[in-house]
């Protein structure tokens, strides 16, 4: 049975490809380069023009003419004579040169937007928005363990046994699933090791290549993220740090502007300003998350030898100066709380 | 006086004519035809072609460079088809059990996505305490070693399951004896499994107890090596017996050991050593006996005199005294001590099961009832085996579970009757001395990977399951012998669940609750058939002690021992239990022969080893077979006995046993003989043991030893041997010196004195400001403390040195746990090893400041012979790892506060941060932070010993834990991946932490309980209890950094 076809939400539910990014920023930038060298051959060409004038004048009247030099040699004459004019145009490139590298050197190491292209067009939109497939039905480790994981093969198949062709790209994506599991759409069955088919599970003995997934949220190895300590014991929302993803096609890092303006449809996002996925991002939110110390038995006898201590309630009350506890004042900003 | 004279070259110069000074003028004397060169039309032609080449080539590879800089893209490789059971990025803990015929332990396994990373002990259904030594931690690595075989072999080349089968099946079922050697099997079904091939079965140990079990047999009619109860003996006596290392089980021995020490019951055990080498055992005795080899039969007998009130005769006198103080102890404390012999010979067991028998020790802290299933070795049945193998008798011979080749007395002997043994087939996994000589290879699982069950005691079974699919084509040996046997057919797994439950079927797999819920324990009650022991039978004993008094020793006596580290020789391809260093001698990678100082003054050998001194080689002979090994200065060596470790020397005929276990040079390459093979580790010391009587005997008393000039060097961690007298590194003190201050508070007792500084204020009230005027160096702060030091977790660790045997189990669980890079021997040489915990070692000296004073030797010449080590000192070991100091001195030194200070009490260290300027390990005063002076994970100097090159052994990095790359600093972090992951549980369920719950590797794997880790600032916990005790200091407490760590004041009871 083919599932497929339209659903009532599918207009709503649309897909913003951010695969070329750079054309926006660039497009500018050419156009200020084309005017540049346009610019450019008009004043050589200009200075040209003005010399083969010079000389006629000078041969009418007699005179020497002008001396038959290189291009090089005289446009190094012309700077030598106007140093003042020289060095503004060259303390101009100089300061565009530093500003433009040193701003690539600190875009190094900043995914914003990174959107790889990944093995099988896998497209959120359809399963999150239109499906309303829930984050974790998928990335179902997010609550239990450090990675939020991708998911394997056969939860793809809980509902791919059934869905054979897609709305947009028909079978070709959806068949790439079943050539890793093992699944013939034919018959509704699993291979084995010897194709045959005619199983109803999925058969170890069938040696299929698990699908490649391209990384795109990938910390660097010195750092430790942990994602139940944040979902599960944090209680953050998905869209905090991976934006809506509902309008994604495949994987996307969300830059922080967009996930800013979330705040209307997912109340309790963090407004943050340092680019996702930096450590000075991770740093900002862990000064702003605030930790509820009654929510949980852990804190109890911690919150007792604060509100007593005999160091003076002046030392620490200043924790509570903003009547909140954030994360960093529980130690969210040490070391070795994420680098071990 | 100035010279006016004028000098003129020639005649033109001394008249001045016009044409001299034309000449003056110019530069040069001849006219160089410069315009003739610039004219030339070919200059113009050419380019300055290398210029150009260069400046074209800078700029095209920068750019390449530049363009091929991008950032790596990684992958994401899920499951296809995920167990269930698994969550990526969670443990799994399974239990199984660990047995290679020495060392037996009930063991949970981590495991990470399906594979395992890390061993641990089972203490809540575990035998006995459920603990683990050395050697069991360290198993994990072997699983992922690229030497194994990757399917079944003939004659080297490598064949199939099928041809292996039908082969054997046919040789099994032909005519002719079929014989099984193996090492003593526990495993019930097992049994089974040889039984139906219908074969022969004769078991022999590599470390041979058959002495001892014939004189239970003899005396008390049980034929087994009884079960020891070291929680009940107050007294222990022990004749050579290693029992805390490599004894009989060890691993069941030393936790109890420790339960008994400990002076805060008010009674602490007593255990007196009567040895020859300085084992680890002997470095915790209380009262610590040097003896040859040829004695040990003498003091048993001694003893059993002294015990009935006789005069001991026929020793030296400084013996005789400690027979006589052990035979007092033993008699006060009758049917609650324990006298044990390591030795192999039937006379000296026979004494000592008197003994025992004599002070009521049976049934008490040694039993026969459910005596050890293990051990059950027939030294004499080998011997026949190895005559019939040479007689042609033999037609098919199974080995298994042991490697006769390499540790057999007589492995010559056996090596030739094994190439006439028609067909011949190995069961190890790896291509082994035995397993090259086998005309089949039928590797079988590691233990990681089988199935099994194992029985040590009766009553109680103990299952093994796999953690990991199996990663080579290998296949159970229980499954091959089924399947060689005409008379079963079914597999291994139906073959084992059948012996639990007669009606098993394959449908039923999952779905038995009983065999489940064992499975999960790891263990399940058996059916009990205890044995009855005579234990009131009368021993004669007069024919032993007519025998052990007619022994005689030479000038020279050889003891040949078991290490911690090496175990029987299965573990020469660990490296990461070969750079553990030794208890006793912190040597890594080598065997060496272990004399006293003076016999070593006396040959002119070197005792002094150190980076650029190397040791002596000598060459010692035992029965025509010799070895050559550096020579090693232990303290606490008899003169006149040698020791020499076995389970060394492996692969000496070049057999590929594994990259680890082959001798690495300078460069990290390995070494080579001058014949071509590749240097094995240390040498091979079986050759040495000898058989006497039908009984594997494993020291020699007359052996003879030349210097032959060489040098060799000696990876040695630790070169220094006393503390010199310092004040709060070791505290000891004696039992009774315990007891009369017991009820001081912390800080007064006379052997725990805190530590006071002059102040210039009267503090003792006494009108006067003087010397006198003390305040305690814990009053002192150089800095404010925390502000919230006392309000969150405070992570803490106490050392009881009263109970840590030095055994260096938390050295190697530290290692595997966290990632510690294995440098091979040339770093360790350097003293660039990169333990994170390190048990420093200290021999007492006789010579002391105060002594020096007496006899008017100065300081300097004072503190030099204090260096020097008593010939029989008392030991202490000392685990040392970072002490996460509250003023830590490494902290306001680094550049770049890459080691910081958390809320938690916990020094941070930040590898990224690290520019590696090493100023914190300059300032450390404990010296526990280590460079990573290479890429180990990479350089090539590293590549056979390190596990992170091999992309199988990889797999042992535990994920959790940041692989650290060349220049940044690293230390003891107390493990604080387990204390977030400790903390994280808490938090999600919502309940505070409770002691215990989060425990450090280290902590974890010590068996005795020396190591304890918690929060200081629960009341409640063990850390805090322990750190008010008032035996409890910290180490180098003057100089005031307020450490996390707490140090236990040893108490001897001697």
């Given at each position: 049975?083919?599932?497929?076809?339209?659903?009532?939400?599918?207009?709503?539910?649309?897909?913003?490809?951010?695969?070329?990014?750079?054309?926006?920023?660039?497009?500018?930038?050419?156009?200020?380069?084309?005017?540049?060298?346009?610019?450019?051959?008009?004043?050589?060409?200009?200075?040209?023009?003005?010399?083969?004038?010079?000389?006629?004048?000078?041969?009418?009247?007699?005179?020497?003419?002008?001396?038959?030099?290189?291009?090089?040699?005289?446009?190094?004459?012309?700077?030598?004579?106007?140093?003042?004019?020289?060095?503004?145009?060259?303390?101009?490139?100089?300061?565009?040169?530093?500003?433009?590298?040193?701003?690539?050197?600190?875009?190094?190491?900043?995914?914003?937007?990174?959107?790889?292209?990944?093995?099988?067009?896998?497209?959120?939109?359809?399963?999150?928005?239109?499906?309303?497939?829930?984050?974790?039905?998928?990335?179902?480790?997010?609550?239990?363990?450090?990675?939020?994981?991708?998911?394997?093969?056969?939860?793809?198949?809980?509902?791919?046994?059934?869905?054979?062709?897609?709305?947009?790209?028909?079978?070709?994506?959806?068949?790439?699933?079943?050539?890793?599991?093992?699944?013939?759409?034919?018959?509704?069955?699993?291979?084995?090791?010897?194709?045959?088919?005619?199983?109803?599970?999925?058969?170890?003995?069938?040696?299929?290549?698990?699908?490649?997934?391209?990384?795109?949220?990938?910390?660097?190895?010195?750092?430790?993220?942990?994602?139940?300590?944040?979902?599960?014991?944090?209680?953050?929302?998905?869209?905090?740090?991976?934006?809506?993803?509902?309008?994604?096609?495949?994987?996307?890092?969300?830059?922080?502007?967009?996930?800013?303006?979330?705040?209307?449809?997912?109340?309790?996002?963090?407004?943050?300003?340092?680019?996702?996925?930096?450590?000075?991002?991770?740093?900002?939110?862990?000064?702003?998350?605030?930790?509820?110390?009654?929510?949980?038995?852990?804190?109890?006898?911690?919150?007792?030898?604060?509100?007593?201590?005999?160091?003076?309630?002046?030392?620490?009350?200043?924790?509570?100066?903003?009547?909140?506890?954030?994360?960093?004042?529980?130690?969210?900003?040490?070391?070795?709380?994420?680098?071990? | 006086?100035?010279?006016?004279?004028?000098?003129?070259?020639?005649?033109?110069?001394?008249?001045?004519?016009?044409?001299?000074?034309?000449?003056?003028?110019?530069?040069?004397?001849?006219?160089?035809?410069?315009?003739?060169?610039?004219?030339?039309?070919?200059?113009?032609?050419?380019?300055?072609?290398?210029?150009?080449?260069?400046?074209?080539?800078?700029?095209?590879?920068?750019?390449?460079?530049?363009?091929?800089?991008?950032?790596?893209?990684?992958?994401?490789?899920?499951?296809?088809?995920?167990?269930?059971?698994?969550?990526?990025?969670?443990?799994?803990?399974?239990?199984?059990?660990?047995?290679?015929?020495m060392?037996?332990?009930?063991?949970?396994?981590?495991?990470?996505?399906?594979?395992?990373?890390?061993?641990?002990?089972?203490?809540?259904?575990?035998?006995?305490?459920?603990?683990?030594?050395?050697?069991?931690?360290?198993?994990?690595?072997?699983?992922?070693?690229?030497?194994?075989?990757?399917?079944?072999?003939?004659?080297?080349?490598?064949?199939?399951?099928?041809?292996?089968?039908?082969?054997?099946?046919?040789?099994?079922?032909?005519?002719?004896?079929?014989?099984?050697?193996?090492?003593?099997?526990?495993?019930?079904?097992?049994?089974?499994?040889?039984?139906?091939?219908?074969?022969?079965?004769?078991?022999?140990?590599?470390i041979s107890y058959?002495a001892l079990r014939?004189a239970?047999?003899?005396?008390?009619?049980?034929?087994?090596v009884p079960s020891y109860?070291f929680?009940?003996a107050?007294v222990i006596v022990s004749i050579a017996a290693d029992f805390l290392n490599s004894w009989l089980s060890s691993?069941l021995y030393a936790?109890d050991y420790?339960?008994?020490?400990?002076?805060?019951?008010?009674?602490?055990?007593?255990h007196f050593q009567f040895e020859s080498a300085m084992t680890m055992t002997g470095t915790n005795a209380?009262v610590r006996t040097?003896i040859?080899p040829?004695e040990e039969g003498?003091v048993a007998?001694?003893l059993?005199?002294?015990?009935?009130?006789?005069?001991?005769?026929?020793?030296?006198?400084?013996?005789?005294?400690?027979?006589?103080?052990a035979?007092?102890?033993?008699?006060?404390?009758?049917?609650?001590s324990l006298v044990v012999a390591g030795s192999n010979d039937?006379?000296t067991q026979?004494i000592v099961a008197?003994i025992n028998?004599?002070?009521?020790n049976?049934?008490?802290t040694l039993?026969?009832?459910?005596?050890s299933?293990?051990y059950?070795?027939?030294?004499?049945?080998?011997?026949?085996?190895?005559?019939?193998?040479?007689?042609?008798?033999?037609?098919?011979?199974?080995?298994?579970?042991?490697?006769?080749?390499?540790?057999?007395?007589?492995?010559?002997?056996?090596?030739?009757?094994?190439?006439?043994?028609?067909?011949?087939?190995?069961?190890?996994?790896?291509?082994?001395?035995?397993?090259?000589?086998?005309?089949?290879?039928?590797?079988?699982?590691?233990?990681?990977?089988?199935?099994?069950?194992?029985?040590?005691?009766?009553?109680?079974?103990?299952?093994?399951?796999?953690?990991?699919?199996?990663?080579?084509?290998?296949?159970?040996?229980?499954?091959?012998?089924?399947?060689?046997?005409?008379?079963?057919?079914?597999?291994?797994?139906?073959?084992?669940?059948?012996?639990?439950?007669?009606?098993?079927?394959?449908?039923?797999?999952?779905?038995?609750?009983?065999?489940?819920?064992?499975?999960?324990?790891?263990?399940?009650?058996?059916?009990?058939?205890?044995?009855?022991?005579?234990?009131?039978?009368?021993?004669?004993?007069?024919?032993?002690?007519?025998?052990?008094?007619?022994?005689?020793?030479?000038?020279?006596?050889?003891v040949t021992y078991v290490?911690a580290?090496?175990?029987?020789?299965?573990?020469?391809?660990?490296?990461?239990?070969?750079?553990?260093?030794?208890?006793?001698?912190?040597?890594?990678?080598?065997?060496?022969?272990?004399?006293?100082?003076?016999?070593?003054?006396?040959?002119?050998?070197?005792?002094?080893?150190?980076?650029?001194?190397?040791?002596?080689?000598?060459?010692?002979?035992?029965?025509?077979?010799?070895?050559?090994?550096?020579?090693?200065?232990?303290?606490?060596?008899?003169?006149?006995?040698?020791g020499?470790?076995?389970?060394?020397?492996?692969?000496?005929?070049?057999?590929?046993?594994?990259?680890?276990?082959?001798?690495?040079?300078?460069?990290?390459?390995?070494?080579?003989?001058?014949?071509?093979?590749?240097?094995?580790?240390?040498?091979?010391?079986?050759?040495?043991?000898?058989?006497?009587?039908?009984?594997?005997?494993y020291a020699?008393?007359?052996?003879?030893?030349?210097?032959?000039?060489?040098?060799?060097?000696?990876?040695?961690?630790?070169?220094?041997?006393?503390?010199?007298?310092?004040?709060?590194?070791?505290?000891?003190?004696?039992?009774?010196?315990?007891?009369?201050?017991?009820?001081?508070?912390?800080?007064?007792?006379?052997?725990?004195?805190?530590?006071?500084?002059?102040?210039?204020?009267?503090?003792?009230?006494?009108?006067?400001?003087?010397?006198?005027?003390?305040?305690?160096?814990?009053?002192?702060?150089?800095?404010?403390?925390?502000?919230?030091?006392?309000?969150?977790?405070?992570?803490?660790?106490?050392?009881?040195?009263?109970?840590?045997t030095?055994?260096?189990?938390?050295?190697?669980?530290?290692?595997?746990?966290?990632?510690?890079?294995?440098?091979?021997?040339?770093?360790?040489?350097?003293?660039?090893?990169?333990?994170?915990?390190?048990?420093?070692?200290?021999?007492?000296?006789?010579?002391?400041?105060?002594?020096?004073?007496?006899?008017?030797?100065?300081?300097?010449?004072?503190?030099?012979?204090?260096?020097?080590?008593?010939?029989?000192?008392?030991?202490?070991?000392?685990?040392?790892?970072?002490?996460?100091?509250?003023?830590?001195?490494?902290?306001?030194?680094?550049?770049?506060?890459?080691?910081?200070?958390?809320?938690?009490?916990?020094?941070?260290?930040?590898?990224?941060?690290?520019?590696?300027?090493?100023?914190?390990?300059?300032?450390?005063?404990?010296?526990?932070?280590?460079?990573?002076?290479?890429?180990?994970?990479?350089?090539?100097?590293?590549?056979?010993?390190?596990?992170?090159?091999?992309?199988?052994?990889?797999?042992?990095?535990?994920?959790?834990?940041?692989?650290?790359?060349?220049?940044?600093?690293?230390?003891?972090?107390?493990?604080?991946?387990?204390?977030?992951?400790?903390?994280?549980?808490?938090?999600?369920?919502?309940?505070?932490?409770?002691?215990?719950?989060?425990?450090?590797?280290?902590?974890?794997?010590?068996?005795?309980?020396?190591?304890?880790?918690?929060?200081?600032?629960?009341?409640?916990?063990?850390?805090?209890?322990?750190?008010?005790?008032?035996?409890?200091?910290?180490?180098?407490?003057?100089?005031?950094?307020?450490?996390?760590?707490?140090?236990?004041?040893?108490?001897?009871?001697?």
């Amino acid at each position: 049975m083919d599932v497929g076809g339209d659903t009532a939400s599918s207009d709503n539910c649309p897909t913003i490809d951010y695969n070329t990014p750079e054309e926006s920023d660039s497009s500018n930038a050419m156009w200020f380069l084309i005017l540049l060298i346009l610019f450019t051959v008009i004043a050589l060409s200009a200075a040209g023009v003005k010399r083969s004038l010079t000389d006629v004048i000078a041969e009418k009247a007699g005179e020497d003419l002008l001396p038959d030099t290189g291009y090089l040699a005289r446009l190094g004459g012309w700077a030598w004579n106007n140093l003042v004019m020289v060095s503004l145009i060259g303390i101009f490139f100089v300061l565009y040169g530093v500003v433009v590298g040193y701003s690539a050197l600190m875009d190094i190491g900043i995914y914003s937007n990174y959107s790889p292209e990944q093995p099988i067009a896998f497209n959120h939109s359809i399963h999150v928005c239109e499906n309303e497939i829930d984050c974790k039905y998928c990335h179902s480790s997010a609550y239990d363990s450090k990675h939020a994981g991708i998911p394997s093969a056969n939860v793809c198949m809980n509902c791919h046994k059934a869905i054979k062709k897609g709305r947009r790209t028909g079978t070709e994506e959806i068949e790439k699933i079943y050539a890793a599991i093992g699944f013939d759409s034919s018959t509704g069955t699993y291979l084995d090791g010897d194709g045959n088919n005619g199983k109803a599970l999925p058969q170890d003995s069938y040696n299929g290549e698990p699908i490649k997934w391209n990384k795109v949220h990938n910390l660097p190895d010195h750092v430790f993220f942990s994602h139940q300590q944040h979902v599960n014991v944090g209680g953050l929302q998905c869209q905090n740090c991976h934006g809506d993803v509902s309008t994604f096609s495949v994987g996307r890092i969300a830059p922080v502007e967009e996930i800013n303006t979330l705040i209307d449809t997912y109340p309790g996002i963090i407004q943050l300003s340092k680019p996702a996925l930096t450590m000075g991002w991770c740093i900002e939110c862990h000064n702003k998350a605030e930790i509820d110390l009654a929510s949980s038995g852990y804190y109890e006898e911690m919150h007792d030898r604060l509100m007593n201590s005999e160091r003076g309630n002046e030392e620490l009350r200043r924790y509570l100066e903003d009547e909140k506890i954030t994360v960093r004042e529980l130690g969210g900003w040490e070391c070795s709380k994420c680098h071990y | 006086m100035a010279n006016n004279k004028k000098y003129w070259s020639g005649l033109d110069e001394l008249d001045g004519t016009e044409a001299f000074k034309e000449i003056q003028a110019k530069e040069f004397q001849e006219q160089i035809p410069v315009d003739q060169f610039l004219a030339d039309e070919r200059h113009s032609s050419t380019t300055t072609g290398r210029r150009d080449f260069l400046k074209f080539m800078g700029f095209s590879l920068t750019a390449a460079t530049l363009a091929a800089c991008e950032t790596p893209v990684i992958k994401s490789i899920p499951y296809t088809n995920k167990p269930a059971e698994i969550t990526p990025g969670v443990a799994n803990y399974y239990a199984s059990t660990y047995y290679d015929g020495m060392d037996y332990s009930n063991v949970l396994v981590k495991t990470r996505e399906g594979r395992p990373i890390f061993i641990k002990g089972n203490t809540s259904t575990g035998i006995g305490a459920g603990k683990v030594n050395s050697r069991v931690i360290g198993s994990v690595m072997s699983l992922y070693d690229k030497a194994r075989l990757d399917g079944p072999t003939q004659n080297g080349n490598s064949t199939t399951w099928d041809d292996l089968d039908n082969a054997m099946s046919a040789a099994v079922s032909g005519t002719g004896r079929t014989v099984v050697l193996s090492n003593t099997i526990v495993s019930p079904s097992t049994v089974k499994a040889i039984e139906a091939l219908g074969a022969e079965h004769v078991q022999y140990d590599a470390i041979s107890y058959s002495a001892l079990r014939m004189a239970q047999a003899d005396a008390f009619g049980v034929n087994a090596v009884p079960s020891y109860h070291f929680s009940k003996a107050e007294v222990i006596v022990s004749i050579a017996a290693d029992f805390l290392n490599s004894w009989l089980s060890s691993t069941l021995y030393a936790p109890d050991y420790a339960l008994l020490r400990g002076p805060e019951r008010g009674k602490q055990s007593k255990h007196f050593q009567f040895e020859s080498a300085m084992t680890m055992t002997g470095t915790n005795a209380d009262v610590r006996t040097m003896i040859k080899p040829s004695e040990e039969g003498k003091v048993a007998a001694g003893l059993l005199a002294a015990l009935k009130g006789a005069t001991v005769s026929n020793l030296d006198a400084g013996v005789i005294k400690s027979i006589n103080a052990a035979a007092k102890s033993l008699n006060s404390s009758k049917g609650k001590s324990l006298v044990v012999a390591g030795s192999n010979d039937l006379a000296t067991q026979t004494i000592v099961a008197a003994i025992n028998q004599q002070l009521g020790n049976y049934g008490s802290t040694l039993d026969l009832e459910r005596p050890s299933m293990a051990y059950r070795g027939d030294d004499a049945s080998v011997s026949d085996l190895v005559k019939d193998m040479n007689s042609g008798k033999i037609s098919t011979l199974i080995t298994y579970g042991c490697n006769p080749s390499y540790d057999l007395p007589n492995a010559d002997a056996f090596n030739t009757g094994l190439a006439k043994v028609k067909t011949s087939v190995c069961m190890n996994g790896v291509a082994d001395e035995t397993a090259v000589r086998s005309t089949f290879v039928a590797p079988d699982h590691h233990y990681l990977e089988s199935w099994n069950d194992l029985s040590l005691n009766s009553g109680r079974i103990d299952l093994v399951q796999p953690t990991i699919e199996p990663i080579f084509n290998t296949r159970a040996a229980q499954e091959s012998f089924l399947n060689w046997s005409s008379s079963e057919n079914s597999d291994w797994y139906t073959f084992l669940r059948r012996q639990y439950n007669a009606s098993y079927t394959s449908d039923a797999m999952y779905s038995d609750s009983d065999w489940n819920s064992a499975i999960h324990d790891g263990t399940m009650t058996g059916n009990d058939s205890p044995e009855s022991p005579e234990y009131t039978a009368a021993i004669d004993t007069t024919q032993a002690e007519r025998k052990v008094a007619s022994v005689k020793g030479g000038a020279f006596e050889l003891v040949t021992y078991v290490k911690a580290t090496a175990g029987s020789g299965n573990h020469a391809a660990n490296p990461i239990l070969q750079e553990t260093p030794d208890p006793v001698s912190k040597v890594t990678w080598d065997n060496y022969v272990t004399m006293s100082k003076s016999d070593m003054d006396s040959m002119g050998l070197n005792t002094y080893i150190a980076q650029e001194d190397m040791g002596s080689v000598v060459k010692v002979t035992v029965n025509g077979k010799s070895v050559e090994l550096p020579a090693f200065m232990q303290p606490g060596q008899k003169p006149g006995t040698l020791g020499i470790a076995l389970g060394y020397g492996r692969g000496s005929n070049g057999e590929n046993i594994g990259q680890a276990a082959f001798q690495t040079g300078e460069q990290g390459e390995h070494l080579t003989h001058a014949s071509g093979l590749p240097m094995p580790i240390g040498a091979n010391a079986y050759p040495l043991t000898s058989t006497s009587e039908g009984y594997t005997i494993y020291a020699n008393y007359d052996v003879s030893i030349e210097a032959t000039g060489a040098e060799y060097p000696l990876a040695c961690t630790q070169i220094h041997n006393t503390y010199m007298g310092r004040e709060s590194v070791v505290k000891e003190t004696s039992f009774d010196s315990y007891l009369a201050e017991a009820g001081k508070k912390k800080g007064e007792a006379s052997w725990n004195k805190a530590h006071r500084l002059n102040v210039h204020e009267d503090t003792n009230h006494d009108g006067v400001i003087d010397a006198r005027d003390k305040k305690n160096t814990s009053a002192f702060d150089l800095w404010h403390s925390h502000p919230v030091e006392e309000v969150g977790h405070r992570w803490g660790m106490t050392i009881d040195l009263t109970t840590c045997t030095g055994c260096s189990a938390c050295v190697t669980a530290c290692n595997i746990e966290n990632n510690v890079s294995v440098v091979g021997k040339d770093e360790v040489l350097r003293h660039r090893d990169m333990h994170w915990i390190r048990i420093d070692r200290y021999y007492a000296s006789d010579f002391s400041l105060e002594k020096g004073d007496e006899e008017g030797v100065g300081v300097i010449d004072s503190y030099g012979r204090m260096e020097d080590p008593s010939e029989n000192p008392q030991t202490v070991h000392m685990p040392m790892m970072c002490q996460h100091c509250n003023h830590a001195p490494c902290e306001t030194v680094c550049p770049v506060a890459a080691t910081t200070h958390s809320n938690e009490g916990l020094n941070q260290m930040t590898y990224n941060r690290c520019i590696g300027t090493r100023y914190c390990a300059n300032n450390c005063p404990y010296k526990v932070r280590r460079f990573n002076w290479f890429n180990y994970k990479g350089y090539k100097k590293f590549e056979h010993v390190n596990p992170a090159h091999d992309s199988l052994a990889r797999l042992i990095l535990n994920p959790d834990v940041t692989v650290r790359a060349r220049g940044v600093m690293e230390k003891c972090s107390m493990c604080v991946q387990r204390i977030q992951s400790g903390k994280l549980d808490a938090k999600k369920s919502g309940t505070p932490i409770l002691d215990g719950q989060i425990e450090t590797a280290c902590a974890e794997s010590c068996p005795s309980n020396a190591i304890k880790f918690g929060d200081l600032n629960d009341s409640g916990s063990e850390v805090r209890t322990i750190s008010e005790n008032n035996r409890a200091y910290h180490a180098l407490e003057e100089i005031g950094v307020k450490p996390n760590v707490f140090y236990m004041t040893k108490v001897r009871n001697s």
